[in-house]
């Protein structure tokens, strides 16, 4: 299945995208999950949002937030 990764900022602009390749949902949230760093992750499939996973929290952590019903942010031109 073919998704969509975003790596967004604090104003939820697009910094980087990439194409992702996966055989399921849980393998496609795995990747993308692993992406988090500083930043948010947000993983599209199609133009539905799966998972937002935050970027590190002052106190290192990160977790996963529910996907919020959005449309796809456009990349910058």
Not at 22 to 35: K, L, S, T, V
Request: net charge positive; glycine share 6%; aromatic share 6%.
């Amino acid at each position: 299945m073919r998704y969509k990764v975003f790596v967004v900022d604090s104003s939820r602009r697009v910094i980087c995208a990439a194409k992702l390749d996966c055989i399921d949902e849980q393998a496609a949230r795995q990747r993308a999950g692993q992406m988090s760093g500083e930043h948010d992750v947000e993983l599209w499939e199609g133009d539905r949002l799966v998972a937002v996973f935050q970027g590190a929290t002052p106190n290192g952590n990160r977790c996963e937030r529910p996907a919020l019903k959005r449309r796809p942010v456009s990349p910058p031109r």
